[in-house]
């Protein structure tokens, strides 16, 4: 989810693109360092079984060639059969039909087919381009007017109905029962909706709105404005004054060591795993060498308030997140960071879930913050962040699952660029029944334990730009010998 969706590598040679076989199934990796790491469709599939037989090809030729060695050496004893055995060997070793030319023509075709592949996936590109395209410029033209928009919509809800109950009617026909309700949920593309919604919330604004390509943040400042508007008559409906406090202080746990440690980390502090609402964890890591590092654990929404209440993770945070507006998800973290003690040139690495992971990245891509702390990586799982602006120098890893409406909310793709790495996961791919499940269910899609799972598995895949990115955190990580201090910070509005 960037303004670049269609950008899937830099200019750095690409490495093998052929998935090899043990890399778990249902993963899409783009951007940072590597070429574009795609799922198993069926041309990949073809591509890579004609490279594996290409290298058994390869091996066959190694033996005929050792047997021909040991006939010529055993010739002495047995010259005339030695010279027919040679000679029925030799067009197996030379020539256009000995193994190693049959070997790179396999070679030539799963090189074809996966090029095939990628025309398909730029010409998809460019189809989705299009269709953004045409829905920004509805939504705009519905906002500008909004009653021709309605008796539209109308018109639209009665086709979109009786189609509905038709593809019904035909299931229960066929004998496929009725659809889950979650299964249409997932059925509506999360992003083209919210391009739509927010591009018709734009065009309601006074004056005439130009459509957007990435509507989503302008409208959620107009519905910002609209919620604080009444403060400057009602006082109480103002911006409340966020306190910060320490919870925990020098309690020791084992140093997370992976990706999927972080947000294990993460789930930890979410009241329903037992945490306390509106908290952040902070690890210091002591490193053998006597250096520190730091990680910060950024939990998501856990309310659905609108700014008010003492929770300061609610939605109200969300729209201003997105709106890129003064909110006190990122104040919670800055104040968590001052009283934990972090040095400006102690190497930090952010990490968060759902609106954890905004709040990450407006942090990482402010200069205010990377100039007074040292931002080595981030981590987001589960969040929109295409929209938020960042730096073309920190490593960053947005996890995110096909079935998990929530990254789709900022109506923009899957961010990708040279720094930053999308790994996107068909959760119903897995060979997990547990992912599997939770690939038809949005909830259980969005959980962090479903993240932590699909972390392991991406990392499971080797790709050039998750390599990189791990190196670049495992740098704040550090090794087996690190010691660990784990901190919280709790944010509450009085």
Not at 40 to 49: D, F, P, S, W, Y
Not at 366 to 374: I, K, L, P
Not at 391 to 406: N, S
Not at 424 to 448: C, N
């Amino acid at each position: 989810m960037t303004a670049t969706g269609t950008s899937t590598a830099t200019a750095t040679p690409a490495p093998d693109p052929f998935p090899l076989p043990g890399r778990p199934a249902g993963i899409t990796i783009r951007g940072g360092v590597g070429a574009t790491f795609a799922d198993l469709t069926e041309l990949r599939g073809a591509a890579q079984a004609l490279r594996l037989a290409a290298e058994r090809l390869d091996d066959a030729a190694a033996r005929v060639g050792a047997a021909r060695c040991s006939v010529e050496n055993g010739a002495v004893d047995a010259p005339a059969t030695a010279r027919a055995a040679v000679a029925t060997l030799g067009p197996l070793l030379s020539g256009p039909s000995s193994l190693a030319a049959g070997a790179e023509r396999t070679r030539e075709l799963a090189r074809a087919l996966l090029g095939a592949a990628d025309l398909y996936g730029a010409a998809e590109d460019r189809a989705q381009d299009a269709v953004r395209g045409v829905l920004y410029t509805m939504g705009a033209a519905a906002g500008e007017a909004p009653l021709v928009a309605t008796l539209g919509a109308l018109g639209a809800v009665r086709f979109t109905a009786l189609a509905g109950a038709l593809a019904v009617g035909w299931r229960v026909a066929h004998g496929k029962g009725l659809p889950h309700p979650k299964d249409l949920l997932l059925a509506v593309p999360t992003e083209h909706v919210m391009l739509l919604l927010g591009s018709f919330i734009r065009g309601l604004a006074p004056g005439r709105q130009l459509p957007n390509p990435s509507p989503v943040p302008g409208a959620a400042g107009l519905v910002v404005a609209g919620l604080t508007a009444p403060s400057v008559l009602v006082p109480d409906l103002r911006r409340r004054h966020l306190r910060v406090t320490a919870r925990l202080d020098g309690a020791r746990r084992p140093a997370p060591r992976t990706a999927a440690d972080v947000l294990r980390e993460i789930g930890a502090l979410y009241p329903a795993a037992g945490g306390t609402p509106g908290t952040v964890g902070i690890e210091r890591l002591d490193q053998p060498d006597g250096s520190r590092t730091w990680v910060v654990a950024i939990p998501g929404m856990q309310g659905a308030g609108m700014g008010f209440g003492p929770n300061p993770m609610d939605m109200g945070t969300n729209l201003r997140l997105m709106a890129r507006t003064a909110d006190d998800g990122t104040e919670l973290v800055v104040r968590a960071l001052e009283q934990a003690g972090v040095g400006p040139d102690e190497p930090v690495l952010l990490a968060g879930h759902s609106q954890g992971g905004m709040v990450a990245m407006v942090l990482a891509g402010s200069a205010a913050f990377t100039a007074r702390y040292t931002v080595a990586a981030v981590l987001t799982a589960g969040s929109p962040t295409a929209t938020l602006a960042m730096d073309a120098t920190t490593p960053v890893l947005h996890l995110e699952h096909r079935q998990d409406l929530v990254p789709a909310l900022d109506g923009r793709p899957s961010p990708a660029g040279p720094n930053r790495t999308s790994a996107v996961r068909d959760l119903r791919a897995s060979s997990d029944p547990v992912d599997r499940l939770a690939g038809h269910d949005p909830g259980a899609a969005h959980r962090i334990d479903t993240y932590a799972r699909t972390a392991t598995a991406v990392s499971a895949t080797g790709a050039p730009s998750v390599r990189d990115w791990e190196e670049a955190a495992g740098r704040v990580l550090g090794g087996p010998d690190v010691r660990a201090v784990h901190l919280e910070f709790t944010g509450t509005r009085p």
